[in-house]
């Protein structure tokens, strides 16, 4: 069976920091580039970052530079998203997802829902002012 499975979300204080995890079953995760993408309350799902299946990372919002890294582990079939300098807006579900287009093109990122075939049912993070 196919899935993604995040975890690691919580409730933490502004300025906090946590680290979410992305686990892949049922396919390799290395084939793929995978996205973290994020739901608030009253917003639109927006993507997070982006990382290629040869381990280049993007960052599809400017606020967030500085502030989350993200990164895989072929190995483990796990790709992590460590988020620092929690602020209040980024409380939301957060979910991670695999790009799913054809094979010339699944391994590179870009910030179009559509394109992610996998998805996660998503991990709480709560971040209190």
């Known amino acids: 069976q196919l899935q993604l499975v995040e975890s690691g979300g919580g409730l933490v204080q502004s300025g906090g920091s946590l680290r979410l995890s992305c686990a892949a079953s049922?396919?390799?995760?290395?084939?793929?580039?995978i996205g973290w993408f994020r739901q608030a309350p009253g917003k639109e799902r927006e993507g997070v970052s982006c990382i290629s299946s040869s381990g280049g990372t993007t960052n599809f919002a400017d606020s967030l530079k500085g502030r989350f890294t993200i990164s895989r582990d072929n190995a483990k079939n796990t790709v992590y998203l460590q988020m620092n300098s929690l602020k209040p807006e980024d409380t939301a579900i957060y979910y991670c997802?695999?790009?799913?287009?054809?094979?010339?093109?699944?391994?590179?990122?870009?910030?179009?829902?559509?394109?992610?075939?996998?998805w996660g049912q998503g991990t709480q993070v709560t971040v209190s002012s």
């Open positions: 997802a695999a790009r799913t287009v054809p094979r010339i093109l699944r391994h590179m990122c870009v910030d179009i829902r559509a394109s992610y075939g996998y």
């Open positions: 049922g396919f390799t995760l290395g084939d793929y580039a």
